[in-house]
């Protein structure tokens, strides 16, 4: 196009600019950005759209899409996208999916994200700045007052054309695809990233119920506050003047089991009672060097107890069955369910638990009898751990306080493995009791070890991890069993992304299709001699009323995708843990193989 022809279709766009108002064209004001009139506002059916943001900022691009959408032979409407880094408005999206194929998209990507097109095939009118933009839109309304077609003009290079390639349509129209699912809900989050960009978002700021997924922000607290390398020690030691005063073999005084509140300290038994294996902190060894401990002093018999100690956690709090939120009412529910206890998908906290608080423990979790209290049943452990290598003990086990430090002297001690080898029983085997014990470990850390004060951690450590994002995360507990835990899918994605494809974090998750927890819901093969699905490392989530999937995988061409999926609708329980939802999301990730060479 000629420079005067140029300069005519920009002046065209500034006419535009300076004649429209709200008082002339009727529109509305949102702050200060002044909105399209009504009429191209209304039903979207059928109509060609026009999508533009809709912050000040891009106010010109706004009157842009007006003068666009006015020249148009067909009927046209103009989809408000919302500012860059905001969500984009259902109403919106609802309007834009009921629109004709194709459109517009005026703006670049930095004001529009591609997220934002919805998978959709749409023409992106645009320039380096809005002045360009602006001449750019007049171009086209200038070739489509004329009857030409605008595609056949010499301006293509200023941002017209196709924004966005064949595979980034199929990718995010095969990861909506459990939108379009029967099984799909009204209360229902989406987001997929590609290399950190989004690719496809549905109500990806809108926190819902995310089960277990709630463990991916407890883990993420954990590793920010703790310490990948954090470990906890469990001591045992007696009071130093009975040792001093030791005769005929006999300690006159108690042993003291002081813990540390180490999330996995167990006994093999209980350990391998389970097939696939995992790392634990094996207290027999504790035993056995205590027992060395002892017959170095030349001890036989306790004339005492073996006395647990378990005031690491101050509070006191054994779970959470009988805890209330603030302000509730009657009809508000408790924090966790009674069931959570009687049905043993959490065991008993403590600072000092031994095989997650179950004495005795049995095969199958929903037989093991849960101790009333875990402090005194864990020194009851130990001293039947004693006993058996041959001590003598004269009073029964029970629990109580240790002799400060300084009126004690040390048995032993044993330390459990890193929080970051403890990540596997956390995200992979979705453990609940070591995640309800990191949480109490956060909490302790910031000097509250209550479930109130790890929560209050737990919220002000994500804010320094997530910024805004972090208000879209509520954790009441660490375990994802609350019903009042919140989270959404862009939350879920960001704290993947902030963990990393390669780290210890994301490989700690289940393998989709191979180890628990999802090893009855895998991707797909995607057939046509095409191979096996991509490795797919996922944590998901499931209560009566939240089905939820999230993870991170790489493409054979190095592409890493990070999702996340979460449906709440009451008793969706029912449609089974490997649903459609969750299956079409894993097949999508798994069956990329065809995005744009590395």
């Given amino acids: 196009m000629a420079r005067t022809s140029k300069a005519i279709a920009a002046a065209l766009v500034v006419a535009s600019l300076v004649g429209l108002s709200p008082a002339s064209a009727g529109a509305q004001a949102s702050g200060s950005a002044t909105l399209p009139p009504p009429e191209v506002l209304g039903d979207c059916t059928g109509a060609v759209p026009v999508i533009v943001a809709s912050d000040a900022d891009a106010q010109s691009d706004i009157y842009a899409a007006v003068l666009l959408a006015g020249v148009l032979d067909a009927k046209s409407c103009i989809v408000l996208a919302g500012g860059r880094d905001d969500p984009f408005p259902q109403d919106q999206q609802e309007r834009l999916a009921t629109a004709a194929a194709g459109g517009y998209v005026v703006g670049g990507p930095a004001a529009v994200p591609n997220a934002k097109l919805l998978g959709r095939k749409m023409t992106r009118v645009y320039g380096a700045d809005r002045w360009e933009t602006a001449t750019a839109v007049g171009n086209i309304a200038s070739a489509l007052a004329a009857g030409e077609d605008p595609s056949g003009s010499d301006d293509t290079d200023a941002g017209t054309g196709d924004s966005t390639p064949a595979w980034q349509q199929r990718l995010a129209t095969e990861f909506s695809a459990a939108l379009r699912s029967s099984e799909a809900t009204d209360d229902m989050c989406m987001s997929l990233h590609r290399n950190g960009e989004p690719i496809f978002e549905h109500k990806p700021h809108t926190p819902l119920l995310p089960a277990s997924l709630a463990k991916l922000a407890t883990v993420a607290v954990a590793l ?57 902190t094996d207290v027999t060894q504790l035993a056995d060097s205590v027992m060395a401990a002892l017959d170095a002093h030349g001890i036989d018999t306790i004339e005492g ?71 005194q049943a864990a020194a009851s452990n130990f001293d039947d751990l004693l006993e058996a290598r041959g001590m003598v003990i004269r009073h029964r086990p029970r629990s109580g306080s240790a002799p400060a430090a300084g009126d004690s002297t040390d048995l032993g001690s044993i330390t459990s493995p890193s929080v970051a080898e403890m990540l596997v029983r956390i995200l992979r085997y979705s453990e609940n009791t070591p995640a309800e014990m990191l949480f109490k470990q956060i909490g302790r850390h910031r000097g509250d070890s209550s479930r109130a004060g790890s929560a209050k951690a737990a919220s002000t450590a994500l804010g320094k991890l997530l910024g805004t994002t972090a208000d879209e995360i509520v954790l009441v507990d660490g375990s994802g069993l609350s019903v009042h835990n919140r989270m959404s899918c862009e939350a879920a994605v960001r704290l993947l992304l902030l963990a990393g494809s390669d780290s210890r974090f994301a490989t700690s998750l289940s393998i989709a299709g191979r180890t628990p927890t999802l090893q009855s819901c895998g991707p797909r093969s995607p057939g046509n001699g095409q191979g096996p699905a991509n490795t797919v490392f996922a944590k998901g989530g499931q209560l009566n009323d939240s089905s939820a999937i999230a993870g991170v995988s790489t493409a054979p061409n190095g592409d890493v995708l990070t999702f996340a999926m979460i449906a709440n609708e009451p008793l969706i329980i029912r449609i089974g843990s490997c649903n459609a939802l969750r299956q079409l999301t894993l097949d999508a990730i798994g069956r990329y193989t065809y995005g744009p060479s590395s």
């Fill in 224 to 280: 920010s506050e703790l310490g990948a390398d954090a470990t906890f020690t469990t001591r045992v030691v007696a009071d130093a003047d009975a040792l001093d005063a030791v005769s005929d073999g006999v300690l006159r005084g108690d042993v003291y089991l002081i813990g540390g509140g180490d999330p996995v300290l167990a006994t093999p038994g209980y350990i391998n009672r389970i097939a696939d294996a995992r790392p634990y």
């Fill in 305 to 375: 107890a073996i006395v647990g100690d378990g005031s690491w956690f101050a509070d006191g709090e054994q779970g959470y069955a009988s805890h209330s939120l603030p302000g509730a009412t009657p009809e508000t529910p408790v924090i966790w369910k009674q069931s959570y206890l009687s049905g043993n998908f959490v065991g008993v906290l403590s600072g000092l638990i031994i095989n997650d608080g179950y004495s005795p423990y049995a095969i199958d979790r929903r037989s093991h009898t849960r101790s009333a209290d875990s402090t």
